[in-house]
């Protein structure tokens, strides 16, 4: 069975950083792009990166409102993606998402609440 | 940067009639060597993530029920409803998975009438 599964979200001061973690099974990870999307309440849903496989010499890309805070990468031999979050604005409180587009292969997200 | 423009942004249809929605990218999402639209349609319920239904614009995932068609190419997309049910509630969104940056459209809730 493939599953996605997320961890690391908490409540994080602004300014503040946070890792969180996408741990893969039922699925040959290593092979894989890993994403990281995210939805605030009630909002839709926002790209946020990307990492590719070694193949593709795990190059990383990010949207332009989180690019020079967030890090993506990632540990095959552990088959676990990471989100490193540093500089936490309020406007990136948000359940985060990793996945594997264009599969089917979404984890049930972690909360992350930027606040003071 | 590819911008998804979905339309309408929200829809009701009575259960057992046609539900219609689309989306238009700002650049074709169709790849020349493969003659594939890099164009997928998902379905969000609330609190759950989000479920695959259609990939390369037209090819249903495994296990979605066929009243679920996508078509269109290029820059124009439609996600149909054939025959709207109950469990349909939900919004859907398309995305690109052309370029390096997987852009979503903004969603759509589509309602029972």
């Known amino acids: 069975e493939v599953q996605l599964v997320e961890s690391g979200g908490g409540l994080v001061q602004p300014g503040g950083s946070l890792k969180l973690s996408c741990a893969a099974s039922?699925?040959?990870?290593?092979?894989?792009?890993m994403h990281w999307v995210r939805q605030a309440s009630g909002k839709g849903l926002e790209w946020v990166g990307r990492?590719?496989?070694?193949?593709?010499?795990?190059?990383?890309a990010y949207a332009a409102s989180v690019k020079g805070r967030f890090t993506i990468s990632r540990d095959d031999s552990k088959n676990t993606a990471y989100l490193q979050m540093n500089s936490l604005k309020t406007e990136d409180t948000a359940v985060y998402y990793c996945?594997?587009?264009?599969?089917?292969?979404w984890g049930q997200g972690t909360l992350v609440t930027v606040s003071s | 940067d590819i911008v998804m423009t979905q339309s309408p942004d929200s829809l009701a249809v009575s259960l057992g009639e046609r539900a219609t929605i689309n989306c238009k990218s700002s650049?074709?999402?169709?790849?020349?060597?493969?003659?594939?639209?890099?164009l997928a349609w998902y379905q969000q319920k609330p609190g759950q993530p989000p479920k695959l239904l259609i990939y390369?614009?037209?090819t249903r995932e495994s296990g979605v029920p066929d009243r679920f068609s996508g078509s269109g190419s290029g820059t124009d997309f439609t996600l149909t409803i054939s025959s709207l049910q109950a469990e349909d509630v939900a919004v859907y969104y398309c995305?690109?998975?052309?370029?390096?940056?997987?852009?979503f459209g903004q969603g759509t809730k589509l309602e029972i009438k």
């Open positions: 996945t594997s587009p264009p599969t089917g292969r």
């Open positions: 039922g699925f040959t990870f290593s092979g894989s792009a």
């Open positions: 990492i590719r496989s070694k193949a593709n010499s795990y190059a990383t």
């Open positions: 650049q074709s999402v169709l790849y020349s060597s493969n003659n594939k639209n890099y």
């Open positions: 390369w614009a037209s």
């Open positions: 995305q690109q998975y052309y370029s390096t940056m997987y852009s």
